[in-house]
Protein backbone atom coordinates (compact mmCIF):
# COMPACT_ATOMS: atom_id res chain seq x y z
CA UNK A 1 0.00 0.00 0.00
CA UNK A 2 2.67 2.46 1.16
CA UNK A 3 4.27 1.80 -2.37
CA UNK A 4 1.12 2.52 -4.43
CA UNK A 5 1.13 5.44 -2.58
CA UNK A 6 4.05 6.24 -3.40
CA UNK A 7 3.80 6.03 -7.19
CA UNK A 8 0.26 8.28 -7.35
CA UNK A 9 1.50 11.17 -4.82
CA UNK A 10 2.78 13.81 -7.50
CA UNK A 11 5.53 14.78 -4.76
CA UNK A 12 6.70 11.02 -3.76
CA UNK A 13 10.07 11.84 -6.30
CA UNK A 14 11.28 14.03 -3.60
CA UNK A 15 10.29 12.65 -0.30
CA UNK A 16 13.33 10.48 -0.53
CA UNK A 17 15.17 13.69 -0.47
CA UNK A 18 13.96 15.08 2.27
CA UNK A 19 13.87 12.24 4.19
CA UNK A 20 17.45 11.11 3.69
CA UNK A 21 19.02 14.94 2.67
CA UNK A 22 21.90 14.66 5.29
CA UNK A 23 22.90 10.79 3.50
CA UNK A 24 23.02 12.60 -0.10
CA UNK A 25 24.96 15.46 1.01
CA UNK A 26 27.74 12.81 2.17
CA UNK A 27 27.54 10.87 -0.49
CA UNK A 28 27.90 13.53 -3.05
CA UNK A 29 30.30 15.03 -0.83
CA UNK A 30 32.47 11.53 -1.31
CA UNK A 31 31.81 11.49 -4.98
CA UNK A 32 33.61 14.47 -5.57
CA UNK A 33 36.10 14.20 -3.08
CA UNK A 34 36.84 10.76 -4.41
CA UNK A 35 36.87 11.90 -8.64
CA UNK A 36 39.84 14.06 -7.28
CA UNK A 37 41.55 11.92 -4.46
CA UNK A 38 45.46 11.62 -5.40
CA UNK A 39 45.96 14.34 -7.68
CA UNK A 40 48.18 16.70 -6.80
CA UNK A 41 45.82 19.83 -6.92
CA UNK A 42 43.31 17.79 -5.35
CA UNK A 43 39.65 19.48 -5.36
CA UNK A 44 41.28 22.56 -6.57
CA UNK A 45 40.95 21.05 -10.23
CA UNK A 46 36.72 21.22 -9.48
CA UNK A 47 38.06 25.25 -10.82
CA UNK A 48 40.73 24.91 -12.48
CA UNK A 49 38.65 22.89 -14.86
CA UNK A 50 36.28 25.19 -16.19
CA UNK A 51 38.77 27.83 -15.97
CA UNK A 52 40.60 26.02 -18.73
CA UNK A 53 37.85 25.63 -20.75
CA UNK A 54 36.67 29.13 -20.69
CA UNK A 55 40.20 29.96 -22.30
CA UNK A 56 40.32 27.66 -24.57
CA UNK A 57 36.75 28.40 -25.92
CA UNK A 58 38.28 31.69 -25.75
CA UNK A 59 41.07 31.07 -28.23
CA UNK A 60 39.26 28.83 -30.11
CA UNK A 61 36.11 30.88 -30.94
CA UNK A 62 36.92 34.05 -29.97
CA UNK A 63 40.36 34.62 -31.35
CA UNK A 64 40.55 31.69 -34.05
CA UNK A 65 37.06 31.52 -35.36
CA UNK A 66 36.00 35.34 -34.29
CA UNK A 67 32.35 34.09 -33.43
CA UNK A 68 30.07 36.90 -32.78
CA UNK A 69 26.68 36.12 -30.94
CA UNK A 70 24.89 38.19 -33.38
CA UNK A 71 25.04 41.82 -32.72
CA UNK A 72 24.95 41.48 -29.12
CA UNK A 73 28.75 41.01 -28.59
CA UNK A 74 30.97 43.61 -29.10
CA UNK A 75 34.38 41.98 -28.77
CA UNK A 76 36.06 39.01 -29.98
CA UNK A 77 36.04 37.70 -26.18
CA UNK A 78 32.43 38.08 -25.42
CA UNK A 79 31.05 35.21 -27.40
CA UNK A 80 32.86 32.72 -25.50
CA UNK A 81 31.25 33.76 -22.25
CA UNK A 82 27.93 33.30 -23.58
CA UNK A 83 28.91 30.09 -24.87
CA UNK A 84 30.17 29.16 -21.46
CA UNK A 85 27.13 30.05 -19.94
CA UNK A 86 24.95 27.53 -21.85
CA UNK A 87 27.69 24.71 -22.23
CA UNK A 88 27.05 25.36 -18.12
CA UNK A 89 24.22 23.88 -18.15
CA UNK A 90 24.66 20.95 -20.50
CA UNK A 91 27.80 20.08 -19.05
CA UNK A 92 25.68 19.71 -15.52
CA UNK A 93 23.23 17.63 -17.67
CA UNK A 94 25.67 15.43 -19.72
CA UNK A 95 27.41 15.15 -16.02
CA UNK A 96 24.51 13.83 -14.47
CA UNK A 97 23.08 11.90 -17.18
CA UNK A 98 26.16 9.70 -17.99
CA UNK A 99 27.07 8.79 -14.08
CA UNK A 100 23.32 7.96 -13.76
CA UNK A 101 23.87 5.18 -16.43
CA UNK A 102 26.48 3.20 -14.33
CA UNK A 103 25.07 4.48 -10.61
CA UNK A 104 23.40 1.18 -9.50
CA UNK A 105 26.18 -0.95 -11.53
CA UNK A 106 29.04 1.13 -9.65
CA UNK A 107 27.25 0.93 -6.14
CA UNK A 108 26.27 -3.11 -6.34
CA UNK A 109 26.50 -3.52 -2.09
CA UNK A 110 23.76 -1.14 -1.61
CA UNK A 111 22.03 -2.75 -4.54
CA UNK A 112 21.82 -6.47 -2.05
CA UNK A 113 21.15 -4.38 1.33
CA UNK A 114 16.77 -4.59 1.30
CA UNK A 115 16.91 -1.38 3.33
CA UNK A 116 19.45 0.75 1.68
CA UNK A 117 16.85 3.83 -0.26
CA UNK A 118 18.88 3.03 -3.58
CA UNK A 119 16.79 6.47 -4.71
CA UNK A 120 19.55 8.55 -2.83
CA UNK A 121 22.12 7.52 -5.27
CA UNK A 122 20.39 9.41 -8.04
CA UNK A 123 20.21 12.24 -5.70
CA UNK A 124 23.94 12.11 -5.06
CA UNK A 125 24.57 12.03 -8.52
CA UNK A 126 22.53 15.44 -9.24
CA UNK A 127 24.72 16.98 -5.89
CA UNK A 128 27.90 16.27 -7.45
CA UNK A 129 26.68 18.02 -10.92
CA UNK A 130 25.38 20.62 -8.59
CA UNK A 131 28.73 21.18 -7.00
CA UNK A 132 30.82 21.69 -10.26
CA UNK A 133 28.08 23.51 -12.06
CA UNK A 134 28.07 26.11 -8.87
CA UNK A 135 31.95 26.06 -9.17
CA UNK A 136 31.74 26.74 -13.22
CA UNK A 137 29.23 29.50 -12.77
CA UNK A 138 31.70 31.29 -10.14
CA UNK A 139 34.47 31.03 -13.01
CA UNK A 140 32.19 32.90 -15.17
CA UNK A 141 31.00 35.54 -12.57
CA UNK A 142 34.93 36.18 -11.63
CA UNK A 143 35.36 36.43 -15.68
CA UNK A 144 32.79 38.51 -16.76
CA UNK A 145 33.41 41.75 -15.32
CA UNK A 146 36.78 41.68 -17.54
CA UNK A 147 35.55 40.86 -20.58
CA UNK A 148 31.25 42.12 -20.86
CA UNK A 149 32.34 45.40 -17.99
CA UNK A 150 29.55 44.20 -15.45
CA UNK A 151 28.10 41.33 -13.33
CA UNK A 152 23.96 42.07 -13.49
CA UNK A 153 21.89 41.92 -10.93
CA UNK A 154 19.23 39.18 -12.25
CA UNK A 155 22.16 36.56 -11.36
CA UNK A 156 19.95 36.49 -8.45
CA UNK A 157 17.48 34.61 -10.03
CA UNK A 158 20.38 31.86 -11.34
CA UNK A 159 19.61 29.38 -8.50
CA UNK A 160 15.66 29.86 -9.57
CA UNK A 161 16.62 28.55 -13.44
CA UNK A 162 18.48 25.43 -11.89
CA UNK A 163 15.49 24.54 -9.72
CA UNK A 164 13.30 25.05 -12.78
CA UNK A 165 16.01 22.20 -14.58
CA UNK A 166 15.98 19.96 -11.42
CA UNK A 167 12.72 17.51 -11.99
CA UNK A 168 13.79 16.75 -15.63
CA UNK A 169 17.24 16.01 -14.74
CA UNK A 170 15.97 14.43 -11.81
CA UNK A 171 13.52 11.88 -13.91
CA UNK A 172 16.30 11.68 -16.75
CA UNK A 173 18.34 10.18 -13.65
CA UNK A 174 16.13 8.06 -12.59
CA UNK A 175 15.03 6.53 -15.81
CA UNK A 176 18.79 5.99 -17.24
CA UNK A 177 19.79 4.53 -13.67
CA UNK A 178 17.02 2.19 -14.08
CA UNK A 179 17.60 1.21 -18.10
CA UNK A 180 21.65 1.15 -17.34
CA UNK A 181 21.17 -2.09 -14.99
CA UNK A 182 19.18 -3.95 -17.88
CA UNK A 183 21.32 -1.97 -21.14
CA UNK A 184 24.64 -2.24 -20.11
CA UNK A 185 25.13 -0.31 -23.81
CA UNK A 186 23.04 3.01 -22.55
CA UNK A 187 26.11 4.54 -21.33
CA UNK A 188 28.00 5.22 -25.27
CA UNK A 189 24.38 5.61 -26.38
CA UNK A 190 23.75 8.32 -23.46
CA UNK A 191 27.44 9.93 -24.59
CA UNK A 192 25.85 10.76 -27.97
CA UNK A 193 22.83 12.31 -27.31
CA UNK A 194 23.83 14.94 -25.00
CA UNK A 195 26.47 15.81 -27.64
CA UNK A 196 23.41 16.37 -30.04
CA UNK A 197 21.21 17.87 -27.19
CA UNK A 198 24.00 20.56 -27.38
CA UNK A 199 24.39 21.22 -30.40
CA UNK A 200 20.54 21.19 -30.74
CA UNK A 201 20.21 23.38 -28.59
CA UNK A 202 20.91 27.15 -28.69
CA UNK A 203 23.92 27.28 -27.09
CA UNK A 204 26.66 27.20 -29.84
CA UNK A 205 24.61 30.00 -32.13
CA UNK A 206 21.63 32.47 -30.90
CA UNK A 207 17.92 31.16 -31.36
CA UNK A 208 17.70 34.15 -34.06
CA UNK A 209 20.03 31.86 -37.22
CA UNK A 210 17.24 29.32 -36.44
CA UNK A 211 14.60 29.55 -39.46
CA UNK A 212 11.52 30.51 -37.68
CA UNK A 213 9.58 27.58 -38.77
CA UNK A 214 12.05 24.91 -36.86
CA UNK A 215 12.03 26.89 -33.68
CA UNK A 216 9.11 25.01 -31.90
CA UNK A 217 11.22 21.90 -33.27
CA UNK A 218 14.20 23.16 -30.60
CA UNK A 219 12.11 24.21 -27.78
CA UNK A 220 11.38 20.32 -27.72
CA UNK A 221 15.00 20.18 -26.77
CA UNK A 222 14.92 19.88 -22.93
CA UNK A 223 17.96 22.14 -22.92
CA UNK A 224 16.85 25.10 -24.84
CA UNK A 225 14.78 27.10 -22.35
CA UNK A 226 17.18 26.48 -19.44
CA UNK A 227 20.36 26.97 -21.41
CA UNK A 228 18.51 31.04 -23.15
CA UNK A 229 17.00 31.72 -19.31
CA UNK A 230 20.70 31.22 -17.73
CA UNK A 231 22.33 33.47 -20.70
CA UNK A 232 19.53 36.02 -19.85
CA UNK A 233 20.10 36.33 -16.23
CA UNK A 234 24.03 35.67 -15.85
CA UNK A 235 25.10 37.48 -19.72
CA UNK A 236 22.37 39.85 -20.79
CA UNK A 237 20.97 41.00 -17.56
CA UNK A 238 17.61 39.91 -18.53
CA UNK A 239 14.44 38.45 -16.36
CA UNK A 240 14.11 35.06 -17.46
CA UNK A 241 10.91 34.11 -19.71
CA UNK A 242 8.28 33.00 -16.64
CA UNK A 243 6.38 31.63 -19.18
CA UNK A 244 8.35 29.54 -20.75
CA UNK A 245 9.83 28.18 -16.89
CA UNK A 246 6.22 27.68 -15.71
CA UNK A 247 5.32 25.41 -18.54
CA UNK A 248 8.69 23.52 -18.32
CA UNK A 249 8.50 22.81 -14.64
CA UNK A 250 5.16 21.72 -15.24
CA UNK A 251 6.08 19.33 -18.13
CA UNK A 252 9.45 18.33 -16.69
CA UNK A 253 7.72 17.32 -12.96
CA UNK A 254 5.38 15.58 -14.67
CA UNK A 255 8.28 13.65 -16.19
CA UNK A 256 9.89 13.34 -13.20
CA UNK A 257 7.23 11.71 -11.79
CA UNK A 258 6.57 8.80 -14.27
CA UNK A 259 10.41 8.68 -14.52
CA UNK A 260 10.53 7.88 -10.39
CA UNK A 261 7.32 5.20 -10.64
CA UNK A 262 9.30 3.56 -13.31
CA UNK A 263 12.30 3.55 -11.21
CA UNK A 264 10.60 2.06 -8.06
CA UNK A 265 8.68 -0.68 -10.30
CA UNK A 266 11.95 -1.78 -11.94
CA UNK A 267 14.07 -1.64 -8.71
CA UNK A 268 13.03 -4.88 -7.13
CA UNK A 269 14.95 -6.79 -10.41
CA UNK A 270 17.97 -4.80 -10.11
CA UNK A 271 19.67 -7.26 -7.46
CA UNK A 272 19.05 -10.41 -9.84
CA UNK A 273 21.27 -8.56 -12.67
CA UNK A 274 24.00 -6.83 -11.04
Known sequence: ??????????????????????????????????RYRGSFAGLMWSFFNPLLILVIYTFVFGVIFKSRWGNQTSNQFQYAIVLFA?????????????????????????????????????????????FHLFVSTIVLLVISPFIMGHIP???????????CFLPFVAGAVWLLASL???????????????????FLAPILYPMSLIPARYRVFVYLNPLTVIAQASQDVLIWGK??????????????????WVAFAWFEQTRKGFADVV
Open 1 to 34: MTTAYRLIDPLSPYVALKRHFVLVVQMAKRDVIS
Open 180 to 198: GVFFRDLKQLVAIMTMALM
Open 239 to 256: LPRWDHLGLYVLIATLFA
Open 153 to 163: WTVVFFPIVVA
Open 86 to 130: GLNINTFFAECANRATTVIIDNTNFVKRVVFPLETLSWSVIGSGL
